[in-house]
C-alpha cells in the first residue's frame, strides 16, 4: 500500500467514467448527504497544520466490513488569497460526482487550506485496497490543478474515521512510525 503512484490516465479515467455512473444512481436514490455536525471541526496534524472542516459527503450503505481511513493532500497551483481560496470550496462541490461512486466510499471530510495553502481530504472506505485504488486515480484528476509533487496519500487500514477524530492515538495501532507526518491527525476539535 501507499505506492505513492498514479495509476494510467486511462485506467482513471475508465474508473472515473464509472465512478460517475454509480454517483447518478445514488443522487437519484437520495443516498449521498451533506451532515453538518462536524462543519468548522479543526484538525490538527503531526507537522504542525491545521484544516478546518467545510464540507462533509457521505453515503448511505451497509457499515464497513474491513474499515480503513484515507488522508489525501494537494496544493492547488493558481489559488491564491482568500477570494480565491472561497472561491475553489465553493466550486469543489462539483467534483463530488468524482468520489462519492466509487467501490467502498464511506465518507469524506473536506479540509479548507492550512497554514502553507494545502487541501486535505479525510475519509473512510471499506477496503484498503479500493481507498488505495481511489488516491491513485483521484491523482490523475489533482494533477490537472495542483502542483503534482505536492500530492500525497495515506491509507490506514483497520480504522473508522470517527474513531481517529474521537481519539488519535489509535493511529498508533496501524502506523506507529512517521510521528510528525503531514497526514497524522492529533487533535480534533
Known amino acids: 500500500m501507499n505506492a505513492q503512484i498514479p495509476l494510467p490516465r486511462s485506467t482513471a479515467a475508465f474508473a472515473e467514467l464509472r465512478c460517475m455512473g454509480a454517483f447518478a444512481r445514488l443522487l437519484a436514490r437520495k443516498r449521498i448527504h451533506m451532515p453538518r455536525e462536524r462543519l468548522d471541526m479543526r484538525l490538527r496534524f503531526a507537522n504542525g497544520t491545521t484544516g478546518r472542516v467545510y464540507r462533509e459527503t457521505t453515503v448511505d450503505r451497509d457499515p464497513p466490513a474491513d474499515p480503513c481511513v484515507l488522508v489525501v493532500e494537494f496544493r492547488l497551483r493558481a489559488i491564491r488569497g482568500a477570494v480565491g481560496h472561497r472561491l475553489f470550496r465553493a466550486e469543489s ?97
Do not use: M
Not at 481507498?131 to 502542483?147: D, M, N, T
Open 93 to 189: 462541490l462539483l467534483n463530488t460526482p468524482l468520489f462519492v461512486g466509487y467501490p467502498g466510499y464511506v465518507s469524506k471530510l473536506w479540509l479548507a487550506h492550512d497554514e502553507h495553502g494545502v487541501y486535505r481530504g479525510v475519509y473512510e472506505w471499506d477496503g484498503p485496497e479500493r481507498a488505495e485504488f481511489y488516491a491513485r486515480c483521484l491523482w490523475r484528476v489533482l494533477e490537472i490543478v495542483s502542483k503534482p509533487e505536492s500530492i500525497h496519500y495515506r491509507v490506514l487500514p483497520g480504522l473508522h474515521r470517527d474513531e481517529v477524530l474521537a481519539d488519535p492515538a489509535v493511529i498508533d495501532r496501524v502506523a506507529p512510525e512517521d510521528i510528525d507526518a503531514w497526514w497524522r491527525l492529533v487533535d480534533a476539535a
